[in-house]
């Protein structure tokens, strides 16, 4: 098997012509005539695609030698999937480039030494790229990242940085295009990666902007928890992490409103309690200066309401809990080193908890005969059950 993908990647990196063919050669059509079907229901799909191939359709092409590939409905042949490939490519069927990219992704991460694969493979993600395949934009920016990464070479995670950075609404919390989701990953992910090369400390802020951006997101867990762990790494490494500027003391500040805005996120109906708020008894005076949530006390309790998710898995299984979060305020106003105080004993739930605080804006830190000092506080995230608005420790209220 290694030796036929060897030969195969060897036949693709041959000199291409310079003019797109969308004709098929005889040798190439016999091959498709002994594709092998191994799912019965998909004998009309396989044969439109086996016909419009062979015609030059490189739409037909590429699908065809995706399922070469993937070998679900018809027996795998990675080398006529890839000569499928190649061909759909060269024509300039954006499919077929970014598939053939994808796949080269997948064999240099295989055998990362080998270069060639990811030249070939930045080549036609590339024509991808060009026209407008934001799937392609993603794997390119990934491929990037991981040669820099596997290489040490901070230029290369630069280059994924720039690239993701250009994709249009990329600065924006998203909730349906996962092209974008991804992509806020990477930016996170590879921004990450340059602090731990380089130890720069930009860098491991626009990590934590990425992360936080990424899981504002409605996203249902645990598919992204592994960006929640590297959100609680990233701010717990003792760095200064605010990311905006702190607000002039000098300058006038709005003031909060009353009333009871956004009371969005009821999990569970009525009956079942307000994620995020309610069940945990009268919170504890705290001790010391602390800190202040933007608003104060009362919008907190509403950004905890309104940005917990209860896991529909639980709400629908009717699983209750509460969580305790503890945290810092550090002296610039930003949340760092968060941690689990008190588990519900649901994985999820702990993860969507500390989601939630993680996702707070920077706060106006405490102070101390007139200068800025951290402030530990804690909050508790209930999800599915009631007992009123308490429940948030560490606030004196």
């Known amino acids: 098997?290694?030796?036929?993908?060897?030969?195969?990647?060897?036949?693709?990196?041959?000199v291409m012509p310079a003019s797109a063919q969308n004709e098929?050669?005889?040798?190439?059509?016999?091959?498709?005539?002994?594709?092998?079907?191994?799912?019965?229901?998909?004998?009309?799909?396989?044969?439109?695609?086996?016909?419009?191939a062979k015609k030059g359709n490189l739409d037909a092409a590429a699908a065809l030698g995706v399922e070469c590939l993937n070998g679900k409905n018809v027996k795998s042949n990675l080398t006529l999937g890839l000569d499928l490939l190649e061909t759909a490519a060269k024509g300039g069927n954006v499919e077929?480039?970014?598939?053939?990219?994808?796949?080269?992704f997948l064999f240099w991460a295989k055998n990362p030494d080998n270069t060639t694969y990811f030249k070939a493979g930045t080549r036609w993600l590339?024509?991808?790229?060009?026209?407008?395949?934001?799937?392609?934009?993603?794997?390119?920016?990934?491929?990037?990242?991981?040669?820099?990464?596997?290489?040490?070479?901070?230029?290369?995670?630069?280059g994924a940085i720039k690239l993701m950075e250009g994709m249009d609404g990329i600065g924006m919390v998203n909730n349906t295009d996962n092209n974008i989701l991804k992509a806020q990953a990477i930016l996170g992910t590879a921004n990450l990666a340059k602090w731990r090369m380089s130890q720069d400390t930009t860098a491991l802020r626009n990590?934590?902007?990425?992360?936080?951006?990424?899981?504002?997101?409605?996203?249902e867990f645990p598919d992204y928890t592994p960006y929640v762990d590297s959100l609680q790494f990233v701010l717990?490494?003792?760095?200064?992490m605010r990311i905006d500027p702190m607000p002039?003391?000098?300058?006038?500040?709005?003031?909060?409103?009353?009333?009871?805005?956004?009371?969005?996120?009821?999990?569970?109906?009525f009956g079942g309690g307000f994620p995020g708020m309610g069940g945990g008894g009268a919170p504890q005076a705290p001790a010391g200066p602390q800190a202040t949530f933007?608003?104060?006390?009362?919008?907190?309790?509403?950004?905890?309401?309104?940005?917990?998710?209860?896991?529909?898995?639980?709400?629908?299984?009717?699983?209750?809990?509460?969580?305790?979060?503890?945290?810092?305020?550090?002296?610039?106003?930003?949340?760092?080193?968060?941690?689990?105080?008190?588990?519900?004993?649901?994985?999820?739930?702990?993860?969507?908890?500390?989601?939630?605080?993680?996702?707070?804006?920077?706060?106006?830190?405490?102070?101390?005969?007139?200068?800025?000092?951290q402030a530990r506080h804690t909050a508790n995230v209930n999800f599915g059950t009631g007992g009123g608005m308490g429940g948030f420790g560490g606030f004196g209220f």
């Open 24 to 52: 098929l050669s005889d040798s190439l059509k016999q091959e498709i005539d002994g594709i092998t079907l191994l799912n019965g229901s998909m004998k009309p799909t396989i044969d439109k695609y086996k016909k419009n």
């Open 207 to 219: 990590a934590k902007r990425w992360y936080q951006t990424l899981l504002k997101s409605d996203l």
């Open 96 to 104: 077929g480039a970014y598939q053939l990219g994808s796949m080269y």
């Open 1 to 14: 098997m290694k030796t036929r993908l060897i030969a195969a990647i060897a036949a693709l990196l041959a």
């Open 126 to 158: 590339k024509n991808a790229v060009n026209a407008n395949d934001n799937r392609a934009l993603g794997v390119l920016g990934k491929f990037y990242m991981e040669f820099g990464k596997y290489n040490d070479e901070t230029a290369y995670i630069d």
């Open 294 to 373: 933007p608003g104060g006390n009362w919008q907190m309790q509403q950004f905890i309401s309104r940005n917990t998710n209860y896991p529909k898995s639980l709400e629908d299984a009717k699983v209750k809990g509460s969580v305790t979060v503890s945290f810092t305020i550090d002296t610039d106003g930003a949340v760092i080193n968060p941690e689990i105080s008190k588990s519900s004993d649901v994985h999820i739930m702990d993860k969507e908890a500390l989601r939630t605080i993680m996702i707070m804006p920077d706060w106006t830190p405490a102070e101390q005969d007139g200068k800025p000092v």
């Open 236 to 240: 717990s490494m003792g760095v200064p």
């Open 248 to 269: 002039d003391p000098d300058a006038e500040q709005p003031q909060a409103q009353g009333g009871f805005p956004g009371m969005g996120g009821f999990g569970g109906g």
